[in-house]
């Protein structure tokens, strides 16, 4: 399994970027794909899940509004679409996978995901 994130760049506040998550080595069809970001000295958090099955979004409350996940199965890869960016959004961006649908209950928590990406820097100044 592999998933090659893509997309991070330093931009201004209010500013956009759309991150790229590119997957191989398993069914992207069935699987919950999850973003999670980490500021220096924070621990990691949820930012948005997608369940590709039915294509349900999950969204944290800091986000809503702002950013939306989103996905093509035809190049089985899920994107994050990332508006009016903030100083606050400054993170690495992770992307991850799981098998299973996504839940409300489970959706950002960090141990639900079994497959990482090796991260892209998003810097808001």
Same mark, same amino acid.
């Given at each position: 399994?592999?998933?090659?994130? +893509? ?12 991150? +790229?998550?590119?997957?191989?080595? #398993?069914? #992207? ?6 973003? #999670? ?11 948005? +899940? ?6 349900? =979004?999950?969204?944290? %409350? ?9 996905? %093509? ?15 606050? %959004? =400054? ?35």
């Amino acid at each position: 399994v592999q998933l090659v994130e +893509s997309g991070g760049d330093s931009v201004q506040v209010g500013g956009s970027l759309r991150l +790229s998550c590119a997957t191989s080595g #398993f069914t #992207f069809s069935a699987a919950c794909m999850g973003w #999670f970001r980490q500021a220096p000295e924070k621990e990691r958090e949820g930012v948005a +899940s997608i369940s590709t099955g039915d294509s349900r =979004t999950y969204y944290a %409350d800091s986000v809503k509004g702002r950013f939306t996940i989103s996905q %093509d199965n035809a190049k089985n890869t899920v994107y994050l679409q990332m508006n009016s960016l903030k100083p606050g %959004d =400054t993170a690495i961006y992770y992307c991850a996978a799981h098998r299973y649908d996504c839940y409300a209950g489970s959706w950002s928590y960090v141990s639900s995901y079994v497959h990482w990406g090796q991260g892209t820097q998003v810097t808001v100044s």
